[in-house]
């Protein structure tokens, strides 16, 4: 099975941009569809955005949809989310994860990477 480390994340003002990287070693990467999601303290876990095996398709949340960007390199076995305008309402721990066929579902992904904060002050 796949194992997933987070990292870029930090403190950022609002308007301002992060890059977040994951990386994925253990298995066959571009055999998983991977996913961000985040969540609040308080929250639930929520899809943020997601990327089909080869890169070629992605689905947004509609509360980032413009603003995020999600990508992979197979060879490199990373996905990236490039986070864009951020709000403070994007403040959240960043997760990436893995599962085998396109889904919005956090209970969908086999496979969850440790998390990493994102701070969007005001």
């Known amino acids: 099975q796949v194992q997933l480390v987070e990292s870029g994340g930090g403190l950022v003002q609002a308007g301002g941009s992060l890059r977040l990287s994951c990386a994925a070693s253990?298995?066959?990467?571009?055999?998983?569809?991977m996913g961000w999601f985040r969540q609040a303290p308080g929250k639930e876990r929520e899809f943020v955005a997601h990327i089909s095996r080869s890169g070629s398709s992605t689905t947004y949340a509609d509360s980032v949809k413009g603003r995020f960007l999600i990508s992979r390199d197979n060879a490199k076995n990373t996905v990236v989310l490039q986070m864009n305008s951020l709000k403070p309402g994007d403040t959240a721990a960043y997760y990436c994860?893995?599962?085998?066929?396109?889904?919005?579902?956090?209970?969908?992904?086999?496979?969850w990477g440790q998390g990493t904060q994102v701070t969007v002050s005001s």
């Open positions: 994860a893995a599962t085998f066929s396109p889904s919005n579902l956090k209970s969908d992904y086999v496979t």
């Open positions: 253990g298995s066959i990467f571009s055999a998983y569809v």
